[in-house]
């Protein structure tokens, strides 16, 4: 069983920057893949970012591409989630996900078995 728990969402104005950590608590196999998805009002929940937990490899939706990077620190288990160059639209709930199958690159939300409650991220222009 995997737990996740995000932190470190708040309110920024547009062109600001926010680091998002998630503590995850139980055994992440090198198989798996990790990551970040998010929720806007009245939208479907989309993948972000994701991360290979065995080689590292990164994807990320086209959306985020240059602006935000994510990455793993196995030792301290955390995942983290570097937002740069924020956006009025990049205002949404951001949630911390598990796969336990290895990372496809459309990051699917109905492929993630395990996921934190959310944190929010609120961007003003």
């Known amino acids: 069983q995997v737990q996740l728990e995000e932190s470190g969402g708040g309110s920024v104005q547009a062109g600001g920057s926010l680091r998002l950590s998630c503590s995850v608590s139980?055994?992440?196999?090198?198989?798996?893949?990790m990551g970040w998805f998010r929720q806007a009002p009245g939208k479907e929940r989309e993948g972000v970012a994701g991360?290979?937990?065995?080689?590292?490899?990164?994807y990320y939706t086209d959306s985020v591409k240059g602006r935000f990077a994510i990455s793993r620190d196995s030792a301290k288990n955390a995942l983290y989630l570097q937002m740069n160059s924020l956006k009025p639209e990049d205002t949404a709930i951001y949630y911390c996900?598990?796969?336990?199958?290895?990372?496809?690159?459309?990051?699917?939300?109905?492929?993630?078995?395990?996921w934190g409650q959310g944190t929010q991220v609120t961007v003003s222009s």
């Open positions: 996900a598990a796969d336990r199958s290895w990372c496809r690159s459309d990051l699917r939300p109905a492929a993630f078995d395990y």
């Open positions: 139980g055994q992440i196999y090198t198989g798996y893949c």
């Open positions: 991360i290979s937990a065995g080689t590292g490899t990164t």
